[in-house]
């Protein structure tokens, strides 16, 4: 084994899959899986196959679609769910087994109601029977986080010495901070005498915000798996970030460590975890968040201008991104400003620059952003009318739908001075309305993301909608804010399709 070469365990279909309002058809996890195999990923866990027949179900189809990675199947330490998982198995190509039992005194008197002697002789019973079945064999010494460092050892050694060939260390309850979970694992390569038999892998929780700090830790002690979600989806606050792990390894090449991710495809698996486990990423997430790699501050704007690395120690096509986004608010300097009327086709030799920004200053005051219409506007005589006639402007919506009626919707646009109109059906007011919209530009844009946000609360609240479309290979962000939600969604689309055309 490269001793260099960091093993990454995708429990996204699992652990991730576990979140209230989370859960996957079938279909949906094959497809996840194949894109976590075009992800590069070495294990994916794609169930805990006694727990319904549906999550059964899944191991089975899964292991048929998927060849590459390793398919894993969860159980705890009895034999009912070995056999289930052994039989959910029965098609991986590469298969594995991943028992185990509660390792700290907690767990063992108010989870077992039982003793060290007692949980150690299970941990083992259960591995010696999972080899009967495959060969390949991952342990979880479940809150081991919190685990006497000597018993952990002690376990850890019988179940390397019974056929484990994987064993985990979990921070069930993301308690250990990096120092702390990274002399655990230190002090199991130190005191267990066989730990060269396996690898040692990391399975670390959000609950402190310190997953992807305390993963790092763990690989840096000894560690050589990783243990991570999607998005960082899972119980509570999350598990441990692949991308976050995965990019930090990349970007730290004195480290040393490799993986077999391919970072380009990041951007586009997270968005389709984001959508199909209905779980959007918070825009100031790291790598993935739409904020990752926008910037609005004037300075920020202008060193990044001047040589990107000054403010993105990460370059966004690593992770699949066209570009960084350059934001144009009040914070916005000259820099930016510069850049985004050449952008429009704008001769800055030809134009006050300083007279111009003191404009845009007065406008950006009286906006959150601005946009290219704006800058349009800005570029004319200063008059809003000016902009009448270029672009698109929504000057009609009229939306029809109820229970059992099929939601229609009417939609005239003016695009560049002159008007159009369309009606489209739709699976609810929203589609029905871009699907109208569609009708009338008529071109391939794809909508990629699309989330509502409620400014207070309560039902007289302003909503706030973001949305993401695809255009040429592009990402273009929308956004909008209205008490209606449909009213709200269209101006978001539009805005998104203005800064397309």
Same mark, same amino acid.
């Given at each position: 084994?490269?001793?260099?070469?960091?093993?990454?365990?995708?429990?996204?279909?699992?652990?991730?899959?576990?979140?209230?309002?989370?859960?996957?058809?079938?279909?949906?996890?094959?497809?996840?899986?194949?894109?976590?195999?075009?992800?590069?990923?070495?294990?994916?866990?794609?169930?805990?196959?006694?727990?319904?027949?549906?999550?059964?179900?899944?191991?089975?189809?899964?292991?048929?679609?998927?060849?590459?990675?390793?398919?894993?199947?969860?159980?705890?330490?009895?034999?009912?769910?070995?056999?289930?998982?052994?039989?959910?198995?029965?098609?991986?190509?590469?298969?594995?087994?991943?028992?185990?039992?509660?390792?700290?005194?907690?767990?063992?008197?108010?989870?077992?109601?039982?003793?060290?002697?007692?949980?150690?002789?299970?941990?083992?019973?259960?591995?010696?029977?999972?080899?009967?079945?495959?060969?390949?064999?991952?342990?979880?010494?479940?809150?081991?986080?919190?685990?006497?460092?000597?018993?952990?050892?002690?376990?850890?050694?019988?179940?390397?010495?019974?056929?484990?060939?994987?064993?985990?260390?979990?921070?069930?309850?993301?308690?250990?901070?990096?120092?702390?979970?990274?002399?655990?694992?230190?002090?199991?390569?130190?005191?267990?005498?066989?730990?060269?038999?396996?690898?040692?892998?990391?399975?670390?929780?959000?609950?402190?915000?310190?997953?992807?700090?305390?993963?790092?830790?763990?690989?840096?002690?000894?560690?050589?798996?990783?243990?991570?979600?999607?998005?960082?989806?899972?119980?509570?606050?999350?598990?441990?970030?692949?991308?976050?792990?995965?990019?930090?390894?990349?970007?730290?090449?004195?480290?040393?460590?490799?993986?077999?991710?391919?970072?380009?495809?990041?951007?586009?698996?997270?968005?389709?975890?984001?959508?199909?486990?209905?779980?959007?990423?918070?825009?100031?997430?790291?790598?993935?968040?739409?904020?990752?790699?926008?910037?609005?501050?004037?300075?920020?704007?202008?060193? !990044?201008?001047?040589?990107?690395?000054?403010?993105?120690?990460?370059?966004?096509? =690593? /992770?699949? +991104?066209?570009?960084? $986004? &350059?934001?144009?608010?009040?914070?916005?300097?000259?820099?930016?400003?510069?850049?985004?009327?050449?952008?429009?086709?704008?001769?800055?030799?030809?134009?006050?620059?300083?007279?111009?920004?003191?404009?845009?200053?007065?406008?950006?005051?009286?906006?959150?952003?601005?946009?290219?219409?704006?800058?349009?506007?800005?570029?004319?005589?200063?008059?809003?009318?000016?902009?009448?006639?270029?672009?698109?402007?929504?000057?009609?919506?009229?939306?029809?739908?109820?229970?059992?009626?099929?939601?229609?919707?009417?939609?005239?646009?003016?695009?560049?001075?002159?008007?159009?109109?369309?009606?489209?059906?739709?699976?609810?007011? !929203?589609?029905?309305?871009?699907?109208?919209?569609?009708?009338?530009?008529?071109? =391939? /844009?794809? +909508?990629?993301?699309? $989330? &509502?946000?409620?400014?207070?609360?309560?039902?007289?609240?302003?909503?706030?909608?973001?949305?993401?479309?695809?255009?040429?290979?592009?990402?273009?962000?929308?956004?909008?804010?209205?008490?209606?939600?449909?009213?709200?969604?269209?101006?978001?689309?539009?805005?998104?399709?203005?800064?397309?055309?």
């Amino acid at each position: 084994m490269d001793n260099n070469r960091v093993y990454v365990f995708d429990t996204t279909l699992r652990d991730g899959e576990q979140v209230p309002g989370c859960q996957l058809t079938t279909v949906e996890k094959i497809i996840v899986a194949k894109e976590l195999e075009a992800l590069g990923v070495d294990v994916i866990e794609a169930g805990f196959p006694i727990s319904s027949p549906g999550d059964f179900q899944s191991v089975v189809e899964i292991s048929k679609a998927v060849s590459e990675p390793v398919i894993c199947a969860l159980t705890r330490a009895n034999t009912a769910d070995i056999d289930a998982a052994a039989s959910a198995l029965k098609y991986a190509k590469r298969k594995r087994i991943h028992t185990g039992i509660g390792s700290s005194d907690m767990h063992i008197k108010y989870k077992f109601n039982s003793t060290r002697e007692a949980i150690l002789e299970r941990a083992v019973e259960a591995v010696k029977y999972a080899r009967k079945f495959v060969d390949d064999i991952e342990f979880y010494a479940e809150d081991a986080g919190r685990a006497d460092d000597a018993y952990l050892a002690q376990m850890v050694e019988a179940v390397i010495a019974a056929g484990a060939t994987v064993v985990n260390i979990p921070d069930t309850n993301g308690y250990c901070l990096p120092e702390q979970y990274g002399a655990k694992i230190k002090y199991l390569m130190d005191h267990v005498s066989n730990i060269d038999k396996a690898i040692i892998s990391v399975h670390c929780h959000n609950d402190l915000g310190l997953a992807t700090a305390n993963t790092i830790a763990g690989v840096m002690n000894g560690a050589r798996q990783v243990e991570c979600t999607i998005n960082g989806i899972g119980e509570r606050a999350g598990n441990t970030s692949l991308e976050e792990v995965a990019m930090i390894l990349k970007t730290h090449h004195a480290l040393g460590y490799t993986t077999g991710i391919n970072s380009k495809k990041i951007y586009e698996i997270s968005n389709l975890v984001s959508n199909m486990m209905r779980m959007p990423v918070q825009p100031n997430k790291a790598i993935v968040g739409r904020n990752a790699f926008a910037h609005s501050s004037g300075i920020h704007q202008d060193g !990044v201008l001047k040589h990107r690395e000054n403010y993105e120690i990460l370059n966004p096509e =690593d /992770i699949g +991104l066209q570009s960084n $986004s &350059i934001i144009l608010t009040a914070r916005s300097g000259r820099h930016a400003l510069k850049h985004h009327l050449e952008r429009l086709g704008y001769k800055i030799d030809k134009i006050n620059l300083d007279e111009v920004y003191a404009r845009f200053l007065e406008m950006a005051d009286t906006k959150k952003e601005i946009a290219d219409h704006d800058l349009l506007v800005l570029m004319g005589d200063g008059d809003a009318n000016h902009y009448d006639d270029k672009g698109i402007k929504v000057t009609l919506l009229q939306v029809v739908c109820g229970d059992p009626l099929r939601p229609m919707a009417t939609v005239k646009l003016r695009i560049n001075g002159e008007e159009k109109e369309a009606s489209a059906a739709g699976n609810g007011p !929203v589609n029905a309305t871009i699907n109208a919209i569609h009708a009338i530009i008529q071109d =391939d /844009i794809t +909508l990629d993301e699309f $989330s &509502i946000q409620a400014m207070r609360g309560g039902s007289e609240d302003v909503s706030k909608v973001n949305m993401r479309v695809q255009h040429s290979g592009k990402s273009y962000y929308g956004f909008g804010y209205s008490t209606d939600i449909v009213n709200a969604s269209v101006h978001a689309y539009v805005d998104a399709l203005n800064k397309i055309y």
